[in-house]
């Protein structure tokens, strides 16, 4: 596990984050830790509306139009390397 060392802590937030861990019977490491873990968590999709992130950009972008690309048909099908053969 990797650690992580807070520097110029405010003394007032320090007081606070021991009597909050002192609260729910937890060492200020683990307060802290609790804290951070709940700060960095995703939220599931449901929290934005069900829809995932492709949805989101769609309709967020949806009002300015979208473009038709006329996509050419291939020409030639993929070939394996060949590995130690002469070259065509």
Do not use: C, W
Request: aromatic share 2%; net charge negative; hydrophobic share 40%.
């Amino acid at each position: 596990m990797a650690s992580l060392t807070i520097r110029n802590l405010d003394d007032t937030i320090k007081a606070q984050l021991r009597l909050q861990a002192a609260r729910h019977g937890r060492s200020m490491e683990e307060e802290a830790r609790t804290i951070l873990r709940q700060a960095v968590v995703t939220q599931p999709p449901e929290a934005e509306g069900g829809r995932g992130l492709g949805s989101r950009i769609h309709a967020h972008f949806a009002a300015l139009g979208g473009v038709d690309l006329d996509l050419p048909a291939g020409a030639s099908t993929a070939e394996g390397a060949g590995f130690g053969e002469e070259p065509l």
